[in-house]
């Protein structure tokens, strides 16, 4: 079956300092979102993405915050200055165009740890 | 998006079938029920989904009850690697916009050898 591949699957940075987050969608796929998974808690919608906008996005993704596709295969979160907080397993997700409702599949995730 | 209880663990022997509930009691005409599940800390997976009528697929069926305030899913054979937390989520229909899924804390399914 074809995969969302996320990379690295480890980041360590320091609080204040960018990160950016990589995926690899499936390649038909034209949906792309972004979930996190703080330690022990749910896993949370952060950004839904189509035809190079946000679709949605919850109160979570604020302004430190951006979704980018820079290219035809990848999709980016950026967080500008990370805080203690953005401690998480970060998921990215992707689907078909159709049917609506379709599923959505998940990459293994990036374990981002801010000190 | 109606919100859903479901036990927080359980616990189901190897080879039988896992029927995993799902409350949804106050879920609207357009609201579908899906359910993921989630093996250890990997990214969910994607199990099955249905509007009102039982589902199945190579992974699991979904029984809905006629009033769809509840529903099941049944994991006919359970293996070792069924072993995860599963999520029922009701979300409502993606034609109208609305494309997150909201996880709750789903149950936690250990199968035992």
């Known amino acids: 079956e074809p995969e969302v591949t996320q990379t690295p699957s480890h980041q360590v940075t320091q609080m204040g300092q960018e990160v950016i987050l990589r995926c690899v969608p499936i390649?038909?796929?034209?949906?792309f979102y972004w979930y996190r998974q703080i330690l022990g808690q749910k896993v949370e919608f952060l950004v839904s993405?189509?035809?190079?906008?946000?679709?949605?996005k919850s109160e979570i993704f604020d302004d430190q915050f951006s979704v980018e596709r820079p290219d035809g295969s990848n999709f980016t979160l950026k967080i500008r200055s990370t805080k203690l907080e953005d401690s998480a397993m970060y998921f990215c997700?992707?689907?078909?165009?159709?049917?609506?409702?379709?599923?959505?599949?998940f990459g293994s995730g990036t374990q981002l740890s801010v000190l | 998006d109606a919100k859903t209880t479901q036990p927080p663990s359980m616990d189901c022997a190897e080879g039988r079938a896992a029927n995993l509930p799902c409350n949804h009691s106050t879920i609207s005409g357009n609201e579908y029920v899906y359910w993921y599940r989630q093996i250890h800390s990997q990214g969910p997976q994607y199990i099955i989904h249905g509007l009102k009528n039982n589902e199945t697929n190579e992974m699991a069926s979904l029984i809905i009850t006629e009033d769809r305030k509840s529903s099941t899913l049944i994991l006919p054979h359970a293996t070792l690697r069924d072993t995860a937390v599963y999520y029922c989520i009701v979300r409502a229909d993606p034609n109208f916009g609305n494309e997150k899924l909201t996880f709750g804390t789903g149950t936690r399914l250990t199968i035992i050898p």
């Open positions: 997700a992707s689907r078909r165009l159709r049917p609506l409702g379709e599923k959505l599949f």
């Open positions: 993405f189509y035809n190079n906008e946000i679709s949605e």
């Open positions: 390649s038909n796929h034209l949906y």
